[in-house]
């Protein structure tokens, strides 16, 4: 797709502090609901961001203000995409572990990944793992059909 065919774009480096998802949340939702986007993909689409911001502060950053967190999102009428970078070593995101597992339901891990990849149509990391993106397609209308 080219810059034309996206709605709307957000492209900014963030300090990591979690008080700065809120602002940044806020700021795509209300692009998605001027666009119509109906409110199963608004949450879905908070759901996976927060996650993957959360994650890219907290364990890519460590809550270190200094290493910036790169965000990209974008939506067409149809698709929304989105890439965070955080400056950490990375981690392998086949390596987490189930948190739905018995031996997991108390630990705190794995409980980030599995809701984006619950949440949105499609989670890659780049070979270091310290970059994620994010796809989902938007919900058909009911009175396009």
């Known amino acids: 797709m080219t810059a034309a065919d996206w709605n709307w774009t957000f492209d900014r480096q963030i300090a990591s502090k979690p008080d700065v998802c809120p602002e940044v949340v806020g700021q795509l939702l209300a ?4 666009f119509d986007w109906c ?13 993957a911001l959360i994650n890219a502060i907290k364990h890519g950053n ?13 939506f067409s009428d149809t698709r929304f995409y989105a890439r965070i970078t955080d400056q950490g070593v990375g981690f ?19 409980r980030g990944v ?3 990849r619950n949440f949105v ?5 780049n070979s270091a793992g310290n970059e994620v993106e994010m796809t989902k397609q938007r919900t058909p209308d009911d009175s396009d059909s």
């Open 62 to 74: 460590e809550s270190n203000p200094d290493k910036p967190v790169h965000v990209v999102m974008r």
């Open 121 to 125: 149509d499609s989670v890659s990391y």
């Open 39 to 51: 409110e199963d993909d608004r949450f879905a689409i908070r759901m996976a961001i927060e996650e």
């Open 92 to 110: 392998d995101p086949d390596c987490v572990c189930d948190p739905t597992a018995d031996e997991n339901v108390d630990k705190p891990c794995g």
């Open 31 to 34: 692009a998605l609901e001027k």
């Open 114 to 116: 599995m809701l984006m």
